[in-house]
C-alpha cells in the first residue's frame, strides 16, 4: 500500500532513502527529503509491504498527462521478490490518468514493468 509522505513518517522516509547508492551521506540524503517537500510538483510516497511494515520509497514528480518516477528503493528484505511491480501498479492505479515515465535512473526498471503489463 503506498502512502504519501508526511512528516511524522520523516525518520522511515530518510532509513528508507538511504538505501539509494546517492543518498548515503546524510546531508545528502536530508536535501533530497527537502527537495520533495518544496514542491507540490513533487511527492515521496512510502510503501508498506503485506505485513505492514514499510519496506519501500518512490519518488514522484509530476508533469501535465504524466508521473515521472524519480527514485524507487526497497529494504534488502523484500528487494528480490519483485515488488517494484507491485509498487509501479498501485502508483499507476493512484494516476490512473497519467503515465508513467522513468528518468535516466529509472528508465529500466519502467521499461520492464511496460513490457510486463503488454496484452494485459
Known amino acids: 500500500m503506498l502512502l504519501k509522505y508526511r512528516t ?9 532513502l538511504s538505501f539509494v547508492p546517492t543518498l548515503k551521506k546524510i546531508d545528502r540524503l ?4 527537502q527537495w520533495y517537500q518544496e514542491s507540490d510538483q513533487r ?3 512510502l510503501w508498506k509491504d503485506l505485513n505492514q511494515d514499510f519496506s519501500g520509497i518512490v519518488g514522484v514528480e509530476f ?7 524519480e527514485l524507487i528503493a526497497l529494504t534488502p528484505a523484500v528487494r528480490d521478490t519483485n515488488q517494484t511491480t507491485t509498487i509501479l501498479d498501485e502508483l499507476a492505479d493512484m494516476y490512473p490518468d497519467d503515465k508513467l515515465m522513468g528518468t535516466l535512473a529509472t528508465t ?13
Request: proline share 3%; hydrophobic share 45%; charged share 30%.
Open 8 to 16: 511524522d513518517y520523516e525518520k522511515v522516509a530518510m532509513g528508507l
Open 30 to 33: 536530508q536535501a533530497e527529503l
Open 43 to 45: 511527492q515521496l510516497l
Open 63 to 69: 508533469r501535465p498527462g504524466f508521473v515521472i518516477v
Open 108 to 120: 529500466k526498471v519502467i521499461a520492464k514493468w511496460e513490457r510486463a503489463h503488454d496484452g494485459k
